[in-house]
């Protein structure tokens, strides 16, 4: 039988004893959705009898902060169009939690713990050390500018971390790559002149992405108006505002939590060189 979907699912099963000892609830959003996050460059499969596939189930399981909920995990299917390739595959799967009262540190520390269990569940010997290295510092060092200075230059800060950044982090293990600019925050906290979100990475390859909750529906609502505009403005489909999560959001307090592709993970314990090995 084939070694990635074993491993597959010895990874699966050792991600849930890992929350599950750690005292989360497991839960289980709707896949279809009435309005995604209106992120651009982000785009949902529209369903035929209404609504959308997620690309994630954050503004759900907020929706359970919210509610009460203080430690909550889930596994589960997420979509993206227009995403196919070696390390994309349209759909996904994902997992997420969440910890109310916790910021982005907090979650890095749950992410080093989990680094090593999905290591020792794959039968690999303890990794090493994660390194933490700041976006700012990542961009003068190798992509030769500071993001923070002068006008914001959205293009020029995703062509290079795709180009110079992520490349750069292949020789480098496990990376924390955090601090990002605010400009960069979606649905982060922002904290002085940084958001505060973090990704990890390894051997270049991003397996999460990690914020400081924002639960302040003003200026979220705020943001995805921006974020609808950019979407308009490059042609892509409008979603609808979830006003049922904004009309929750201020209750949570404070939160953070990570999505972490469950797929590339398993690349990653396997060696596996493209994505379509690891899933059925």
Known sequence: MDTCILQRAKTIRALRNFFEERGFVEIDTSVRIAAPAPEPHIDCPRVATGGFLRASPELQMKKLLAAGFDKIHQIGPCFRDGESG??????????????????????????????????????????????????????????????????????????????????????????????????????????????????????????????SELCDSREQRERFLRAREERRALGEEDYPLDDEFLGVLDGIGAAAGAALGVDRLVMHLTAAPSISLVRC
């Open 86 to 211: 070696r390390r994309h595959n349209p759909e996904f799967t994902m997992l997420e939690w969440y910890r109310r009262g916790a910021t982005y540190r907090e979650i890095a520390s749950d992410m080093r713990e989990l680094w090593s269990a999905a290591h020792a569940a794959a039968g690999l010997p303890p990794p090493a050390p994660c390194t933490t290295l700041r976006v700012r510092e990542a961009y003068i060092r190798f992509a030769g500018w500071d993001p923070w200075q002068g006008a914001w230059d959205g293009d020029r800060f995703d062509f290079d971390m795709a180009v110079k950044i992520e490349p750069a982090l292949a020789s480098m293990g496990a990376v924390f790559l955090t601090d990002y600019p605010p400009q960069c925050a979606s649905l982060a906290k922002i904290s002085g002149d940084i958001a505060e979100r973090w990704e990890f990475y390894a051997g270049g390859l991003e397996l999460a992405n990690c914020f």
